[in-house]
C-alpha cells in the first residue's frame, strides 16, 4: 500500500446548519458537523493530528479536499474518492493548493493562506483519535 502524493479534484460541497459536506468522486459522503472557528491566518495545528485541507469555491457548492500527512489511506483509494494528499517531513514546506501552503514544524502542521490568490473560503480540519476540530482561515481585520 502506497501513501504517495496524490492531486485533488474537484468535489460537491454543501455549507448548512448540518456543517461542511462533502460528496466524494466515488459516492460516498462526510459531514464535518462542528461549526468552524473563524482564525486568522497562519494556524498552527496541534501536534500529530490528521489535517485536511478544504478550499471551497464562492458559490459553495464545490471544493478541492487535500490531506496532509495521512498515512492510513491507500493511495488508490483517495484517487477513486477525489481526496489528494501530500507527505510533508519535519521542517518541510509545500503548497497544497495555489494560495495555500502547508509547513511542518516538528509534528505541527502551519496553515497559512494568501487570501488575496485564493477564491472562496478556506477550511482546516484537525482530527485527533479524542476530537476533532474545524477552523475557518479569515483575513485578519484592518
Do not use: C, K
Not at 88 to 116: F, Q, R, T, Y
Amino acid at each position: 500500500m502506497g501513501f504517495e502524493t496524490v492531486s485533488p479534484a474537484t468535489l460537491a460541497v454543501t455549507i448548512d446548519d448540518d456543517g461542511i459536506a462533502v460528496r466524494y468522486l466515488d459516492g460516498r459522503e462526510t459531514v464535518y458537523p462542528a461549526t468552524p472557528e473563524p482564525t486568522v491566518s497562519p494556524l498552527r495545528t496541534a501536534p500529530g493530528r490528521l489535517v485536511q485541507v478544504l478550499l471551497v469555491e464562492p458559490d459553495e457548492t464545490a471544493g478541492i479536499l487535500v490531506y496532509v500527512n495521512d498515512r492510513d489511506t491507500a493511495s488508490e483509494i483517495l484517487e477513486e474518492s477525489g481526496v489528494g494528499r501530500i507527505n510533508l517531513n519535519s521542517d518541510e514546506e509545500a503548497a497544497v493548493l495555489p494560495g495555500v501552503s502547508v509547513e511542518m514544524d516538528g509534528h505541527h502542521a502551519v496553515v497559512d493562506v494568501e487570501h488575496d490568490a485564493i477564491e472562496g473560503r478556506l477550511f482546516v480540519f484537525s482530527e485527533g483519535p479524542l476530537d476533532s476540530r474545524a477552523y475557518e482561515l479569515i483575513e485578519e481585520d484592518v
